[in-house]
């Protein structure tokens, strides 16, 4: 299985998602039905909420990133996994 994780992330990062990770995401927070009802994420709506939270990781991430390299020793793939995105 290829880890499509790093090149998603960097990606990510400065702000061109894929077309198939736009998908992919978008899958997976609808399939879920009642994480969906809860986060108010509907068919509609979730183009946008891909959108926020890829910001929202855009503006966290190079925070987090040096403070788990700096504080816990952690590897860039280790702080991706922390992310859940590896």
């Known amino acids: 299985m290829q880890d499509y994780s790093k090149s998603w992330l960097s990606q990510v990062l400065v702000d061109t ?19 969906a009802k809860a986060f108010g994420i509907t068919p509609e ?29 952690r590897t860039n793939l280790q702080t991706i996994q922390c992310l859940r995105l590896g």
């Open 45 to 73: 709506n979730v183009e946008q909420v891909i959108a926020a939270r890829s910001h929202l990781l855009q503006e966290v991430y190079p925070a987090f990133s040096q403070l788990s390299q700096t504080t816990h020793q």
């Open 17 to 35: 998602v894929p077309t198939q990770w736009q998908q992919l995401a978008a899958e997976t927070l609808l399939a879920d039905t009642l994480r």
